[in-house]
């Protein structure tokens, strides 16, 4: 069975660093694309960024561009982001996802969402 | 960036109806579409992708249709396990986008 698992939210000043981590099982993480998506409170879903099954392209939405950065270990079956200049409406669950086959690009299954919070 | 604009933004129809929702893309995506079902506290589900093919294990009471710009998702027979928010996603060129979502609801 496919599992992901997000971790590492929190309560984080305006202007701070998080960095969440998908730990994956059930699959053969190294041959799968992964990707980001928020849900801001009372918002819809919003794409944030999506990284190759090697790793060696990434892409971001214009919004995370240049303070996310998405990476992965897969030696350790582990997607991260690395959040940073974070602001107040960066506040959201994040959910790591997988593609749907090595080759898609849309994504099944999710994870459940780890809950960021950018507050003073 | 392409932006996706669905419609109704909410619905309220019975057990048994037909229910049919929309997405717009700003630019065509081809056939570059895929709906998501989110329900509250649950993990998004991919229900359709490219288009029309149905993900393994969703119901055949889901189907979608449409190419370029004008796309649609119906239910045959709602459901009462079918409340949820859908959202269409395009995956024709990054960044990939979502629609705002029709959140539908059993009267």
């Known amino acids: 069975e496919v599992q992901l698992l997000e971790s590492g939210g929190g309560l984080v000043q305006p202007g701070g660093s998080l960095r969440l981590s998908c730990d994956a099982s059930g699959f053969t993480f190294s041959s799968y694309g992964m990707s980001w998506v928020r849900q801001a409170p009372g918002k819809g879903l919003e794409w944030v960024a999506a990284?190759?099954?090697?790793?060696?392209?990434?892409y971001y939405a214009a919004s995370v561009q240049g303070r996310f950065t998405i990476s992965r270990d897969n030696s350790n079956n582990t997607l991260y982001l690395q959040m940073s200049s974070l602001r107040a409406d960066d506040t959201a669950v994040y959910f790591c996802?997988?593609?749907?086959?090595?080759?898609?690009?849309?994504?099944?299954?999710w994870g459940q969402g780890t809950l960021v919070i950018v507050s003073s | 960036d392409i932006q996706m604009t669905q419609s109704p933004s909410s619905l309220s129809a019975s057990v048994g109806d037909r229910v049919t929702l929309s997405c717009r893309a700003s630019r065509t995506i081809r056939s570059f579409l895929n709906w998501y079902q989110h329900q509250p506290g649950k993990a998004p589900r991919l229900l359709i992708y490219?288009?029309?093919t149905l993900q393994t294990g969703v119901p055949s009471r889901f189907s979608g249709s449409g190419s370029e710009t004008d796309f649609t998702l119906t239910i045959s027979s709602l459901q009462p396990e079918d409340s949820a928010t859908y959202y269409c996603q395009q995956s024709f060129t990054t960044p990939l986008t979502f629609g705002g979502g029709t959140k539908v609801e059993i009267k």
């Open positions: 490219a288009t029309s």
């Open positions: 996802a997988r593609a749907r086959s090595p080759a898609a690009v849309e994504v099944d299954p």
């Open positions: 990284i190759r099954a090697s790793g060696g392209s990434t």
